[in-house]
């Protein structure tokens, strides 16, 4: 194991991150196409080597390729002429395959309950009003003791918050049925789209992304993103906060540890805060600062610095800042504010170099030892030992074939939770319904037949007659449900 991650070298020396200062987050950004793949990919491997859990997102396809060694290649051989780098071994890294559809690694879930309102209503795209339902529809899940645990039981919390309005509202406020509807339909949305595999068990146990190998060499999980940040890039932001909330919740304090205890790095980092309302934001800031504390260093990749918000930009220690572009007064702008960001970076040579960086290159501010950042200084990346680009389809079949984790999460489990719970009142309710309309229909013959006539059935008891018989259905059921409650109020 290393106490520290080398992400380059410049004049003929390396430039590195002390371990101990490697829980402080960081920041990884420059144009398509100047190298920002490679440079997650080198400090992946880096806290591998170290012994800290990685956690990637993989946007493109390409950091499959951690899996196995990596082949010669002249510009490597360079790169290593440039750089001291003694112990370079070109070998792959212990890998763990993760993908949402199941198609590309292990399945990825997590509860509605577990994600919580605050996310989901993010999600949906939630109005005030709308998300005051979806908070109402939690309470009183939680008060009755009905597991959320897809979206099938959430859509039948809603129907029967909708269908008991009038009872709930004193308690809970007013629910109307328009709303209910609305989010009803932003799920049907959410579902097209794919989240009914995210939704359900066996949900994620962090501890699965938290593993070692045999060699002490912290285990890289890579979740397979391509497919999920183009079809539902909404979903890929609420599972990364979703996973940096249960991280905070679940993990002990352990202050600054001498490495961190696992490494996550967010790709189009955008994605994230795009659209998000104020107080999730504010949520998000304030977990990005004491999740340092639980050992947890969260590293944000994206093309441009200025998509993360200035209050999470601030809590980022180390720097890795590719080329950027300036074909723009607009360009000139955002890159003169990042090189003001960096120590000793304000003048104007320096937004000049941010523009004419090579690839593979970078303006570097790592942390130093006593936790202070280094000025920032042009640096050339070092080459991953892992290969460079995806592996094929039959490795990746291969290594997810002699995973510790197969089969633990490739089945689905459907446990009694609120749908069947909720259906099963539905059912006892209207066998005691239907029990009372045969009570009352046997009462009223007898009356009729003591009197010695019959007696004209009025159009009120002749439907609820009628519904009371048809209840063996489950449209017979829907209907009874509103009838009875419209008309024995």
């Known amino acids: 194991m290393t106490d520290q991650v080398i992400i380059g070298g410049t004049d003929g020396q ?74 370079f071994q070109q070998r792959g890294y212990p890998v763990l395959f993760w993908d949402i559809f199941a198609e590309q690694g292990h399945p990825v879930r997590t509860t509605v309950s577990e994600m919580g309102p605050l996310l989901l209503s993010n999600l949906l795209q939630l109005n005030d009003t709308q998300t005051g339902i ?15 645990l897809d979206l099938e039981d959430l859509r039948a919390m809603l129907r029967w918050l ?8 004193a308690e809970y406020g007013n629910i109307s049925a328009a709303s209910v509807g609305a989010i009803q339909r932003r799920l049907l949305v959410l579902e097209e789209q794919g989240a009914e595999r995210f939704f359900g068990e066996p949900a994620l146990a962090i501890g699965d992304l938290m593993q ?16 999920l940040s183009r079809e539902s890039p909404r979903l890929y932001a609420a599972f990364l906060m979703w996973l940096l909330s249960e991280l905070f919740e679940e993990l002990p304090e352990v202050g600054d540890p001498e490495r961190p205890v696992f490494v996550l790095f967010f790709d189009e980092a955008h994605l994230l805060f795009k659209g998000m309302p ?8 304030q977990v990005v600062r004491l999740v340092r504390s639980k050992g947890v260093g969260v590293y944000f990749v994206t093309q441009n610095p200025l998509d993360v918000p200035s209050s999470v930009l601030g809590q980022l220690g180390l720097k890795v800042q590719h080329a950027l572009r300036a074909f723009t007064p607009a360009d000139r702008k955002v890159v003169k504010a990042v090189a003001d960001g960096f120590p000793g970076g304000g003048q104007r040579g320096f937004q000049d170099t941010l523009t004419r960086l090579g690839l593979g290159e970078a303006v570097v501010s790592a942390l130093t030892a006593n936790g202070t950042p ?27 074939a002699r995973s510790p984790l197969k089969g633990r999460y490739e089945s689905e489990i459907d446990r009694e939770s609120a749908y069947e ?54 449209l017979g059921r829907r209907l009874v449900r509103g009838l009875l409650g419209s008309l024995l109020k």
């Open 134 to 148: 979806l908070y109402a529809a939690f309470a009183v899940a939680d008060d009755e003791g009905l597991l959320l």
């Open 374 to 400: 280094a000025e920032g200084a042009v640096t050339l990346i070092s080459p991953p030992e892992s290969q460079i680009g995806p592996i094929s389809s039959e490795r990746r079949q291969e290594i997810m």
């Open 14 to 87: 390396i430039v590195a991150q002390p371990g101990i200062m490697s829980n402080r987050h960081g920041l990884v950004a420059g144009a398509t196409g100047t190298g920002k793949t490679v440079t997650l990919q080198v400090l992946a491997e880096g806290f591998s080597r170290m012994g800290t859990p990685v956690f990637v997102t993989d946007i493109k396809g390409d950091l499959s390729g951690l899996a196995d060694p990596g082949r010669p290649h002249k510009e490597i051989d360079r790169r290593r002429g440039l750089i001291p780098l003694p112990e």
């Open 421 to 474: 719970m909720l259906a099963e009142r539905a059912k006892l309710a209207a066998e005691k319904a239907e029990a009372e309309a045969a009570r009352e229909d046997a009462a009223r013959s007898a009356k009729q037949r003591s009197s010695g006539g019959r007696q004209r059935q009025s159009v009120a008891e002749a439907m609820l007659k009628s519904a009371a018989r048809s209840m063996g259905s489950s």
């Open 278 to 285: 104020r107080p999730l934001l504010e949520k998000i800031e």
């Open 162 to 169: 909708s269908e008991n309005a009038s009872a709930l509202r």
């Open 212 to 227: 070692r190998d045999f060699s002490g060499n912290g285990v890289i999980s890579v979740l397979h993103a391509a497919r």
